[in-house]
């Protein structure tokens, strides 16, 4: 089955700066990498994805790449805000069907004033 | 957007009883559910694939007979926790997919039930 390997656990940036995570994912079939936010208590809330079919995809200030090759992908908020702290979480999955997403273990992103 | 929700939003019970957690698709239907736990500062562990009119899918070390899930209709799933113990204190979290062939394909949570056992 899929297994999606995210880092780092914990990640502080200051103000203004930008904040990368990166994941990378076992099953080459997988075609659909979603990315979640979740603040405390919350639930986990869809942020931007990608599918296999495109290479990077862009937000205002968020933005996904993807490498099918190297089975990685990677999330960049540029010019982060304090309402950006959150846990980070990337997922690996399958654009149609049934089968739910696989998800990884997740970024704890601290953005400093 | 679609909604899931989920009843109750927290809840403490005592330990040996069971706690029963409802997750509804709001505005379309679902085929499928997904039940996950999160405890704290971990990731999303998926429990259970629930489907519609069928028995659930249950992932590795998960105990079908201490966590019951019941998918009666297309939308409404429930989550029942069997004779309850601390260790079963976590975040229960539902998920849901559009139903194949819609246009949307993504994957939808509830807000999550916090269930505290003492």
């Known amino acids: 089955g899929e297994n999606v390997e995210q880092h780092p656990s914990t990640l502080s940036v200051q103000e203004g700066d930008s904040a990368v995570i990166k994941c990378t994912y076992s099953d080459s079939a997988s075609n659909y990498f979603p990315w979640y936010k979740q603040e405390l208590g919350k639930r986990p809330q869809l942020i931007i994805d990608i599918r296999s079919n495109v290479g990077e995809k862009k937000d205002q200030r968020i933005a996904v790449t993807l490498n099918k090759t190297a089975k990685h992908f990677s999330l960049h908020i540029t010019e982060t805000q304090p309402e950006d702290s959150a846990v980070y979480f990337c997922?690996?999955?399958?654009?149609?069907?049934?089968?739910?997403?696989?998800f990884g273990k997740g970024t704890r992103l601290s953005v400093i004033a | 957007g679609a909604v899931v929700s989920q009843h109750p939003s927290w809840v403490i019970c005592k330990s040996g009883t069971s706690v029963k957690i409802e997750c509804r698709s709001l505005?379309?239907?679902?085929?499928?559910m997904f039940w996950y736990r999160q405890f704290p500062k971990q990731s999303l562990m998926l429990m259970a694939t629930?489907?519609?009119?069928?028995?659930?899918?249950?992932e590795q070390g998960v105990e079908k007979d201490k966590f019951l899930i019941n998918h009666a209709s297309l939308t409404l799933s429930t989550l029942t926790v069997t004779s309850a113990h601390p260790e079963d204190s976590s975040f229960y979290i539902c998920s849901a997919r559009l139903q194949p062939g819609q246009y949307l394909y993504e994957q939808y949570f509830g807000p999550g039930t916090r269930l505290t056992v003492t």
């Open positions: 997922a690996a999955g399958f654009v149609s069907g049934n089968t739910p997403l696989v």
């Open positions: 629930s489907n519609e009119g069928s028995k659930a899918t249950y």
């Open positions: 505005d379309f239907q679902a085929t499928t």
